[in-house]
C-alpha cells in the first residue's frame, strides 16, 4: 500500500510515528518473551477488571495477538500517519491517535464488551483523518491497483459497520466495534475541530494585527511597527490577503477544517509560514 506524492506530500518518517511504532515493536518482542497470557492478561483491555486495571483502555493499542497483527496496522501508521504529524504537529498527532484509540474501547464495550488489544481503532482513525485532509489523493493497494484516499477509508468504514453488525451474531472474534470505534471518535474529532482551535485562535489574532498595521496611516504605522511600515502597495495588497484568510477562517467555523480546498489549506500554510517568520 502506498499513496502518490503529486499533491506535496513528501514522504518522511515523523517523530512521534517512528515513537510509535518503536513502541508497538518493543511491546511486541516482550510479549514474546514473558508470554502473551501475562501481557494479555495485564495490559488488555477487558471490561471486567477496568476497575482492577483502570489503564487497560491505553495499553491495548500497544499490544498485538501476532505479526500479521503487528505489521497491518504498522504499516498503516507508516505510510498515513507522517503527513498528519507534519501538519498537526507530534504532540497533537499523539493526542489524536489516543482519543481514536479511546473510542474503540467505548464503542466496543458498549456493543459487544470483550476484551481486546491492537493498535487497529487509531490506524483506522488516522486512516480517516488522511481521507478527509486529502480525500483525492490515490492510495495504490497492494502497490498496483489506485483508489482515492475517500473512497478506500468509505469501503473500509462500511466494511467495519458490516461486520460489526455480524459480530454481534458471533460471526467473528475481531474487534470490529473498536474499529468503527475508532473511525467515529476520529471524525468527531476532526468535525469539532478540537484540534485546531487554539492554532486557528492564534492566526486569527495575527491576521487581526497584520491588517490593522495595513490599514492605519503611514505615520501609525511606522511608530508601532519602528519603521518598518508597508508600502501603500504593499499595504492594500496585505488587507486584501488577510480579508481571505478571515474568509476561510470564517469557513472553518461553520463548516469544519475537512471542508476546506487545496488552496485554502495552502493559503493558511502560506500565511502561517510568514507570520512564524515575522
Given at each position: 500500500?502506498?499513496?502518490?506524492?503529486?499533491?506535496?506530500?513528501?514522504?518522511?518518517?515523523?517523530?512521534?510515528?517512528?515513537?510509535l511504532l518503536i513502541a508497538n515493536g518493543v511491546v511486541f518482542a516482550l510479549t514474546l518473551g514473558v508470554g502473551e497470557r501475562l501481557m494479555f492478561e495485564w495490559f488488555a483491555f477487558q471490561p471486567t477488571e477496568i476497575v482492577f486495571r483502570p489503564w487497560g483502555p491505553l495499553t491495548y493499542m500497544f499490544l498485538h495477538g501476532d505479526l500479521g497483527h503487528l505489521a497491518i496496522n504498522m504499516?498503516?501508521?507508516?505510510?498515513?500517519?507522517?503527513?498528519?504529524?507534519?501538519?498537526?504537529?507530534?504532540?497533537?498527532?499523539?493526542?489524536?491517535?489516543?482519543?481514536?484509540?479511546?473510542?474503540?474501547?467505548?464503542?466496543?464495550?458498549?456493543?459487544?464488551?470483550?476484551?481486546?488489544?491492537?493498535?487497529?481503532?487509531?490506524?483506522?482513525?488516522?486512516?480517516?483523518?488522511?481521507?478527509?485532509?486529502?480525500?483525492?489523493?490515490?492510495?495504490?493497494?497492494?502497490?498496483?491497483?489506485?483508489?482515492?484516499?475517500?473512497?478506500?477509508?468509505?469501503?473500509?468504514?462500511?466494511?467495519?459497520?458490516?461486520?460489526?453488525?455480524?459480530?454481534?451474531?458471533?460471526?467473528?472474534?475481531?474487534?470490529?466495534?473498536?474499529?468503527?470505534?475508532?473511525?467515529?471518535?476520529?471524525?468527531?474529532?476532526?468535525?469539532?475541530?478540537?484540534?485546531?482551535?487554539?492554532?486557528?485562535?492564534?492566526?486569527?489574532?495575527?491576521?487581526?494585527?497584520?491588517?490593522?498595521?495595513?490599514?492605519?496611516?503611514?505615520?501609525?504605522?511606522?511608530?508601532?511597527?519602528?519603521?518598518?511600515?508597508?508600502?501603500?502597495?504593499?499595504?492594500?495588497?496585505?488587507?486584501?490577503?488577510?480579508?481571505?484568510?478571515?474568509?476561510?477562517?470564517?469557513?472553518?467555523?461553520?463548516?469544519?477544517?475537512?471542508?476546506?480546498?487545496?488552496?485554502?489549506?495552502?493559503?493558511?500554510?502560506?500565511?502561517?509560514?510568514?507570520?512564524?517568520?515575522?
Amino acid at each position: 500500500m502506498s499513496y502518490d506524492t503529486r499533491f506535496g506530500l513528501n514522504f518522511m518518517l515523523t517523530p512521534m510515528v517512528k515513537r510509535l511504532l518503536i513502541a508497538n515493536g518493543v511491546v511486541f518482542a516482550l510479549t514474546l518473551g514473558v508470554g502473551e497470557r501475562l501481557m494479555f492478561e495485564w495490559f488488555a483491555f477487558q471490561p471486567t477488571e477496568i476497575v482492577f486495571r483502570p489503564w487497560g483502555p491505553l495499553t491495548y493499542m500497544f499490544l498485538h495477538g501476532d505479526l500479521g497483527h503487528l505489521a497491518i496496522n504498522m504499516l498503516v501508521l507508516f505510510f498515513f500517519g507522517p503527513p498528519l504529524e507534519a501538519r498537526w504537529g507530534p504532540r497533537e498527532f499523539l493526542r489524536f491517535y489516543l482519543v481514536c484509540g479511546l473510542g474503540g474501547v467505548a464503542l466496543s464495550y458498549v456493543f459487544l464488551p470483550a476484551s481486546i488489544v491492537g493498535a487497529s481503532a487509531a490506524t483506522y482513525g488516522v486512516m480517516l483523518a488522511f481521507a478527509m485532509n486529502w480525500p483525492n489523493i490515490p492510495i495504490y493497494v497492494f502497490g498496483i491497483f489506485p483508489v482515492l484516499a475517500k473512497y478506500l477509508v468509505g469501503f473500509m468504514a462500511l466494511t467495519s459497520l458490516l461486520s460489526a453488525v455480524d459480530s454481534t451474531q458471533g460471526g467473528s472474534n475481531i474487534a470490529h466495534f473498536a474499529h468503527l470505534g475508532g473511525l467515529i471518535a476520529a471524525f468527531l474529532y476532526l468535525k469539532a475541530d478540537w484540534r485546531t482551535g487554539e492554532a486557528l485562535q492564534g492566526l486569527q489574532r495575527a491576521t487581526r494585527k497584520k491588517r490593522r498595521l495595513a490599514i492605519v496611516p503611514r505615520d501609525e504605522a511606522e511608530e508601532e511597527s519602528a519603521g518598518r511600515a508597508p508600502s501603500r502597495k504593499q499595504a492594500r495588497e496585505d488587507a486584501a490577503l488577510y480579508d481571505r484568510v478571515d474568509a476561510v477562517l470564517d469557513k472553518i467555523s461553520a463548516e469544519g477544517m475537512s471542508s476546506l480546498t487545496a488552496a485554502e489549506l495552502k493559503l493558511l500554510d502560506d500565511v502561517s509560514k510568514k507570520h512564524r517568520a515575522n
